[in-house]
């Protein structure tokens, strides 16, 4: 079992910065690819970035290519999102999730662990 908790968001101006992390517990950080996915108002939940078991490979949403960057610390067992130059349309509550396996997928069914999300609101 993988116990994730993210923290981090809260209310930012449009053009700002965050950064929201997810920190890992209960089993072997190095073991899991990380990904972070989003869930605005009334829509479905959404891949954002994913990231390898060792940190050297990751993958983006086309939405987020050039302002969002995904990373570990291995270290803290922890993965972060930042995020800049930010939206209004990027609010949304953001989770963490875990799978086993080498495949960087963005499929949110494909991830075994959930965080419980922290919510990101950015004001125009």
């Known amino acids: 079992q993988v116990q994730l908790v993210e923290s981090g968001g809260g209310l930012v101006q449009a053009g700002g910065s965050l950064r929201v992390s997810c920190a890992a517990s209960?089993?072997?950080?190095?073991?899991?690819?990380m990904g972070w996915f989003r869930q605005a108002p009334g829509k479905e939940r959404d891949f954002v970035a994913v990231?390898?078991?060792?940190?050297?490979?990751?993958k983006y949403a086309d939405s987020v290519k050039g302002r969002f960057t995904i990373s570990r610390d291995g270290a803290k067992n922890t993965v972060y999102l930042q995020m800049n130059s930010l939206k209004p349309e990027v609010t949304a509550v953001y989770y963490c999730a875990a799978r086993s396996g080498t495949l960087l997928n963005i499929r949110e069914r494909d991830y075994d662990y959930w965080g419980q999300g922290t919510q990101v609101t950015v004001s125009s």
């Open positions: 209960g089993r072997t950080f190095s073991n899991y690819v």
């Open positions: 990231i390898s078991r060792s940190g050297g490979s990751t």
